[in-house]
């Protein structure tokens, strides 16, 4: 139904009667360097970004994205970490 959002997986619903708000990130665990595309497992750190607003249900909705940022660990990178944005509404690169 929407295919933008294919590499997210929930990580938290929470709503009451007003707002609902869905918590996502990257289904993948691993992110290539955009430096010099060395593949990382090892999270530096992740912060969260809101996204969208939207109504489902008739109640308002909020999309936050949690962004994981990864070290490079190739010595000759320029790169010590990097985020990996998703695809959705063409937020960031990834």
Known sequence: MLPHLNDLVP?????????????A?????????????????????????????MAVADRASVLRLVVRRFFCDFSGCAARTFAKHSRVCGVGQG
Not at 11 to 23: A, H, K, S, T, W
């Open 11 to 23: 990580v938290e619903v929470l709503g009451d009667e007003g707002e609902l708000v869905i918590e």
């Open 25 to 53: 990130g990257a289904a993948a665990v691993s992110a290539r360097c955009p430096g010099c595309a060395t593949a990382s497992m090892r999270v530096h750190s992740r912060y969260r970004g809101r996204l969208a607003d």
